[in-house]
């Protein structure tokens, strides 16, 4: 259980646990983090829940803009930004709302965000078995904002590129300029 490890934890940074304000405090992180690493318990199949759907379709749909939630596993701090995923149907198409279910399934577990970004786009690709997969990653880290370096205005951006995305230069820059913010 992680209660007990909970109150350890604030024994040992010099709190009591048993004090008004942090007497529930175990029970809560352990609430917490049993949502926050929810990911664990779910596979793709799951989360994609049959909506994949044959569609002759064969121009590139993106989905931009997912808001990302997840833990870093180096220091279990949060990160935080948006995730942008294009794929080129061959034949079959997948549920939009799915997308954004698919980063929530990989962000709900201890991440490093390159790894995040790669296992979207690998999702992605076997499932669906486009013609290719872009994902792109654009996020801020508490351990680089609170600790650390303390830089509160930097951002990772992370890519995957698979299949057309990686091997078309035209493709990819469709992608780069479709998630980019417009003016006016």
Do not use: W
Request: aromatic content about 8%; overall charge negative.
């Amino acid at each position: 259980m992680i209660e007990p490890l909970i109150k350890d934890l604030l024994k040992e940074l010099g709190e009591d646990p048993y004090r008004e304000g942090l007497d529930k405090t175990p029970e809560r992180v352990a609430k917490s983090l049993g949502y926050l690493t929810s990911g664990y318990g779910k596979t793709v199949a799951e989360v994609l829940n049959g909506a994949i759907f044959t569609e002759p379709y064969d121009e590139m749909v993106v989905v931009k803009d997912i808001e990302v939630y997840s833990l870093c596993e180096h220091h279990l701090l949060p990160f935080f930004g948006k995730a942008h995923i294009a794929y080129l149907p061959a034949g079959r198409i997948v549920g939009l709302s799915k997308l954004a279910r698919l980063v929530d399934m990989f962000a709900r577990r201890l991440q490093v965000q390159e790894r995040l970004t790669t296992q979207i786009a690998e999702a992605l690709q076997e499932t669906l078995q486009p013609a290719g997969v872009g994902v792109i990653i654009e996020a801020f880290h508490f351990c680089m904002m609170m600790r650390g370096v303390e830089k509160q205005n930097s951002q990772a951006i992370t890519s995957c590129m698979l299949g057309a995305f990686r091997d078309c230069r035209e493709t990819r820059e469709e992608f780069l300029h479709l998630i980019r913010p417009h003016q006016g």
